[in-house]
């Protein structure tokens, strides 16, 4: 099996160069034949009837690598999480639960964005909580693309205020929230994305492997080749 993943593009029409790096990626010769992706693929998701440029765009990218015979799964992020059925089906992709358990190189792992892991961050938390409420995503979602983009911008504005005043290990993982979920679920890999700090962490439960963002200069993912994955950082021009 060779495998990608990757997470934390935050794909939008102000980051032209990370759109051209994943086309590179996914129209190289050599496509994998998966194509993990843990989420924030977009920088931000109002719903699967999207139309903005972005949107149709990288739908047509992800029905072309699609179309050449590559799965895809997709999860949604503390971005995109409006990410749905509907986009799954239009770029021929699965929508992965919020926690997935797999076999990776050869070993139970559980796949997810990681932000649950961020249990010390409890404002967030409980936003989260909110946000992924079907009730509420169905009042959203009757709201025209005109009001929820500006929603959208108004929540990212206030985001990036409240991320600004919050130490900074309160933004990374629990580790006792890592320990829980790893016995949980049987894993002895994890996979994920969220905290922008890409590492391989060896723990008494086996490994947690931290995918790292996309930015104008460099993008990260990890492959899987058998049972050897490597995690690989990639120069943008």
């Known amino acids: 099996m060779n495998r990608l993943f990757i997470s934390d593009l935050h794909l939008s029409d102000t980051t032209p160069k ?17 194509l993990i992706i843990l989420g924030d693929f ?7 009837d999207d139309d903005a440029p972005i949107a149709n765009r990288v739908r047509e990218l992800l029905c072309e690598t699609s179309r050449r015979g590559c799965d895809i799964s997709i999860a949604r992020g503390n971005r995109d999480f409006m990410l749905g059925e509907r986009f799954a089906a239009d770029i021929g992709a699965s929508l992965l639960e919020d926690e997935t358990l797999l076999t990776i190189a050869g070993q139970p792992a559980i796949l997810l964005h ?26 959203m979602m009757k709201k025209p693309l005109t009001e929820r983009r500006e929603l959208a911008r108004q929540l990212r504005a206030l985001s990036i205020d409240a991320a600004s005043n919050k130490p900074e290990d309160i933004m990374d993982v629990n580790a006792e929230a890592v320990t829980d979920l790893m016995a949980a679920s049987g894993a002895t890999l994890m996979i ?28 990260w993912l990890l492959r899987e080749q058998g049972e050897t994955l490597t995690l690989e950082q990639f120069i943008i021009h």
Do not use: K, N
């Open 18 to 34: 990370i759109e051209a790096a994943l086309a590179q990626l996914l129209l190289d010769s050599s496509l994998p034949d998966s």
């Open 42 to 48: 977009f920088e931000v998701w109002v719903g699967d």
């Open 114 to 139: 990681g932000d649950t892991l961020c249990t010390d961050d409890q404002d967030y938390q409980r936003f989260r909580t909110m946000v992924h409420d079907a009730g509420w995503q169905e009042e």
């Open 192 to 219: 994920h994305g969220h905290t922008h700090r890409p590492d391989r962490h060896r723990l008494p439960e086996g490994e947690r492997i931290v995918l790292g963002d996309w930015t104008d200069t460099s993008g």
